[in-house]
């Protein structure tokens, strides 16, 4: 566990060292890049080795930082964080395997990515309101960059629409938690500190706070209707910052509801509750509907990222230790299916045949062409539709029962949801990768030059999230056995107190 802080200090240096050796060769930020990544990574799992579930934070790190305003730079982890770092070292390897072939600005490009890395890590091990912040800033910056830059049509829009979004909340959810701080006194930013100092906050403080603080986060989880700048940001972004928005970014905004409004707040949860529940639900479906009629194969997987994420905020919403456990489980799927499915559209099927339009790719027998990519996408395609065998169905299935408990019609409102994702899931599969040659689609639209072959990297990459959403699949405990100790901490007991409406 004492290792953990490593994770954000060897992404930050690797974040320099890849910028310089980038000014020589891009295959030598390549290789700083993936060596940071996977350290990260190992870091992470002999973590997971030596950590033991428990209720609580275990603090790995405690030292003065702004004694004036009683901010320290305290890390610490319990089984959601550690969760969450995990994905995250897994997240960040595959998205520079998927980027091997990245040449223009190389050092730059791999060096924010990794600066990117450093933030998410931070909030993850953050265990000070304020420190969680100023790491969630770090990770919104590089962003930006990455879409400018290095993306695709639109690019300037989506980074600029994406980083709004994200700055908006941001102050929404610093103002929250500046209230909650003079309230309290203002002698600690400390998330303990806090959240028993609100016990002593008014009714009516509690439901201002909350809102400010959970909305404010859940804009960056892609909560409806908040939505929008995630199926742009990914439908523009390069693809190792795809998967990263996907696989890593979202989860960031959902953490931070379950990390910091939910237990600082809980009477401030108890009122907006159904509120949550209903927002997240039309997010489930709505997003999962226009992911059905869309054309462009990247939107389609963006408005899917959307409609998963509700399950996160639903579960959060139902306000049990079950339904809780299924949204933390959920983030790690999603995570990992999520990434998968944009690796495949953006750097096999995409940087091959230059369309993402699906009635350009109907024309192509791409199964035949792209056999590798196509059995790639039908695996994740089954793990995001929830089939069992992948990470996808102990994590909904325990969502829903847990918000069966809840309300019962607010679990079946979701569950018609899965319906859907099963209905764009398969259309895309379909429309993609089987559809028969359409004579209606002009020739001039169609690339017909050879394709390039799969790579080493791509192959690898797939290996990793493939084998990463299976074993969950197959061994959900794995982490639920971290996750549901975490929850019977005191922080989190007044918000789950069996979540009745």
Known sequence: MNALPWTIYLSFAGSALALVAGARSAANARWVALLTA???????????????PGPGLQTIVNLPWIRELGIRYHLAADGISLTMVVLTGLAATAGILFSWNIKDRAGEFFALYLALIGGVYGVFLSADAFVLFVFYEIAIVPKYFLIAIWGSKNREYAAMKLVLYSFAGSAVMLGGLLWAYGAAGGRSFALNDLAAAAVNFSRGDQIGMFALVFFGFAVL??????????????????????????????????????????????????????AIA????????????????????????????????????????????????????????????????????GRMVYERTHTRRLVDLRAMPLHRLLPFAALTFVIAGLASMGMPGFSGFPAELTILIGTWKTSPLWALFAASGILVAAAFTLRAIQVSFFGTTDKSVPASAVDHRPFEPITWAEKAGTVLLVAATVYIGLKPDALLNWITPALNSPLFQAALKGGTP
């Open 38 to 52: 996977l350290a990260g990574g190992v870091v992470s799992l002999f973590a997971a080795r030596e950590f033991t």
């Open 221 to 274: 989880a892609g909560m409806f209707p908040f939505h929008t700048w995630a199926p742009t940001g990914h439908a523009a972004a390069p693809t190792a910052a795809s998967m990263l928005l996907a696989g890593v970014v979202m989860k960031l905004g959902a953490y931070g509801c379950l990390r910091v409004a939910m237990p600082l707040f809980p009477v401030g949860l108890a009122f907006w509750q159904p």
């Open 278 to 345: 209903w927002l997240a639900i039309a997010g489930i479906l709505y997003a999962g509907l226009v992911a059905l009629v869309q054309d462009d194969f990247k939107f389609v997987i963006g408005y899917s990222s959307v409609s998963h994420m509700g399950f996160v905020l639903l579960g959060l919403a139902a306000a049990n230790s079950q339904s809780v456990a299924g949204a933390v489980l959920q983030m790690y799927s999603h995570g990992i299916i999520a990434g998968l499915l944009f690796a495949v559209v």
